[in-house]
T-cell receptor, first 114, second 110 residues
Framework: GAGVSQSPSNKVTEKGKDVELRCDPISGHTALYWYRQRLGQGLEFLIYFQGNSAPDKSGLPSDRFSAERTGESVSTLTIQRTQQEDSAVYLC????????????FGSGTQLSVL | QKEVEQDPGPLSVPEGAIVSLNCTYSNSAFQYFMWYRQYSRKGPELLMYTYSSGNKEDGRFTAQVDKSSKYISLFIRDSQPSDSATYLCAMIGGAQKLVFGQGTRLTINP
């Protein structure tokens, strides 16, 4: 596709439910990143993928968060047993490779946990 | 102390004014410096990218890096209402992880 695509654009869920957020990177981009942006805050790094591999998962806030990437393409961020503090915009970005510092972002998924 | 500090604003200026946005950082390993612009309900988009100390100009935008002071700036000349957005500085070093500032919310008033 022309840009990074994220779905859904908005997700409202009840506390305790699981949610799945999807990211479609730019075709040919091998590096993929997930960030979280709380209201009025900067971007908080969560995890990155080089190909299908995530070498560093230390940015994930808790073990309720997990992510995977398949086919060096689509990535899914899963949050289990959602809590109200998980409410935020979840942004995905991709770049040609890890050594390419220019990231292209999607429009994000606005997650609201009631 | 955060690795990257950025005044969140908000900053409101009249159309045509010169805008100065700034970030300071503590990690001397940072080598690449970027400014992203984020419109409401959109993802950040790369605006300026610099590597070395000095100035880089692109149209009405000038990015300035002072590695000795660990200080970067973005200047916007002849500001327009369409420049109203949140501006985030970002930088990266050896850890291959882009670190963002908090973002400055800018409004240009017609």
């Amino acid at each position: 596709g022309a840009g990074v695509s994220q779905s859904p654009s908005n997700k409202v869920t009840e506390k305790g439910k699981d949610v799945e957020l999807r990211c479609d990177p730019i075709s040919g981009h091998t590096a993929l990143y997930w960030y979280r942006q709380r209201l009025g805050q900067g971007l908080e790094f969560l995890i990155y993928f080089q190909g299908n591999s995530a070498p560093d998962k230390s940015g994930l806030p808790s073990d309720r968060f997990s992510a995977e990437r398949t086919g060096e393409s689509v990535s899914t961020l899963t949050i289990q047993r959602t809590q109200q503090e998980d409410s935020a915009v979840y942004l995905c970005a991709s770049s040609l490779s890890l050594v390419d510092e220019k990231l292209f972002f999607g429009s994000g998924t606005q997650l609201s946990v009631l | 102390q955060k690795e990257v500090e950025q005044d969140p604003g908000p900053l409101s200026v009249p159309e045509g004014a010169i805008v100065s946005l700034n970030c300071t950082y503590s990690n001397s390993a940072f080598q690449y410096f970027m400014w992203y612009r984020q419109y409401s309900r959109k993802g950040p988009e790369l605006l300026m990218y610099t590597y070395s100390s000095g100035n880089k100009e692109d149209g009405r935008f000038t990015a300035q890096v002072d590695k000795s002071s660990k200080y970067i700036s973005l200047f916007i000349r002849d500001s327009q209402p369409s420049d109203s957005a949140t501006y985030l500085c970002a930088m990266i070093g050896g850890a291959q992880k882009l670190v963002f500032g908090q973002g400055t919310r800018l409004t240009i008033n017609p």
